[in-house]
Every structure is written in C-alpha cells, then in structure tokens.
C-alpha cells in the first residue's frame, strides 16, 4: 500500500465528492482524510457510507474558515513524506498516486514532484519549486506531490 495522505477539504459538496469517494476507494493509498469546514452536514451525509465500510476513510470538521484552513487543519493531521490535496469536485483515478510514488522511487529525484496526464498518457516527472508552500494538488489532469522531508 501507498502511505501517502490525502486531504480532501469539503464544503457544501454535492455528489462529485461521492465520486471522488468512489475512485479513491479503489485505490491502493492510505489515509483519506476529509475535512468538513463547516458544512451544514452535507459532507457527513455524503461520506457515512464511506467512512463506515473503509478505515482509511477519516472525516474531521471545523467551523467555516475556508479552503486554505482546512487544508493546513489536514496537513496538521497527516503524516507521511509525501502529502497531496484533491479538491472535493475533481476527478482522480485509483492508480494516479501510486503511480505517481512509483516514478518517484524509480527516479530517485527528491523534492516536489509533477505528473502531466494521469495514467496511460504522457508522464512528465521532475522536481519544481513551490518555495516554502505546503500545498500539493490532484485535478483532473495534473498531480503535485509535496515532499515534507525538502
């Protein structure tokens, strides 16, 4: 298994979350974390299935403060060398981060890495420069992996 967190920050999601939910518990990674930040119960309503039939599925809530807050309030949750973020509305297929570690450790490049495309598309790995941000994001198409240990 791939130890490598991911913090979902949630407010007001509607049903891509489920999807998201869906993807992810097909994937070989561990822990999934949800921060509700100050959803009217949506977040709890869209996950409970979820968190009750898989362990890596952790929901945490604070009161309305933002996306960056419930990003920093996961990061202070997580553990691991490598952290990434998914926005509750994207898209993300099961293998994405996996695969992602796998060059990482093959190409023996340390410090925050990118991948172009997903699985079986175009795979560009290389080091970039966040400067002294803790942010890491998986979209659709692109993938940045935060390396704590920089």
Do not use: W
């Amino acid at each position: 298994m791939c130890i490598i967190p991911i913090i979902i920050p949630a407010y007001e999601p509607d049903e891509r979350l489920i999807d998201l939910l869906y993807d992810l518990k097909n994937a070989n990674i561990s822990p999934i974390i949800i921060i509700d930040d100050g959803s009217m119960d949506a977040v709890v309503a869209y996950c409970k299935d979820f968190i009750e039939s898989d362990s890596r599925i952790r929901l945490y809530r604070q009161k309305h403060e933002g996306q960056a807050s419930a990003r920093n309030y996961g990061l202070s949750l997580a553990q691991g060398r490598y952290i990434a973020f998914v926005d509750a509305d994207d898209y993300m297929h099961p293998q994405m981060l996996e695969q992602l570690y796998d060059d990482i450790i093959e190409s023996g490049v340390v410090g925050n890495h990118f991948l172009d495309g997903g699985i079986g598309r175009r795979r560009v790995v290389f080091p970039i420069n966040l400067a002294d941000t803790r942010i890491a994001h998986v979209g659709a198409q692109t993938v940045f992996l935060h390396d704590r240990q920089r």
